[in-house]
């Protein structure tokens, strides 16, 4: 199962905003940088409080999303 935290890049470390406290130490990663300048809205069509309000509304599945239980769906186009 994918895990997603976020953090920032400070003085040479990756610095969690918070710490997972069901991934074992040595568990593979692979940071992607985002970009300083964050995301163009305006050519998306979409508004700093119309972002904000689909933010809200989707924090509310983060921790249903993170469980453990929906690692059934990780590869669920895989026939077996």
Do not use: C
């Amino acid at each position: 199962m994918l895990t997603t935290l976020q953090g920032v890049y400070r003085k040479g470390k990756i610095v969690l905003n918070n710490n997972p406290s069901d991934i074992p130490d040595e568990t593979p990663v692979i940071v992607t940088f985002l970009g300083v300048e964050g995301i163009d809205l305006r050519t998306r069509g979409i508004s700093e409080e119309q972002a904000g309000d689909l933010r809200a509304q989707l924090a509310a599945f983060t921790e249903e999303w993170d469980s453990p239980e929906m690692s059934v769906y990780d590869n669920y186009n895989t026939r077996t």
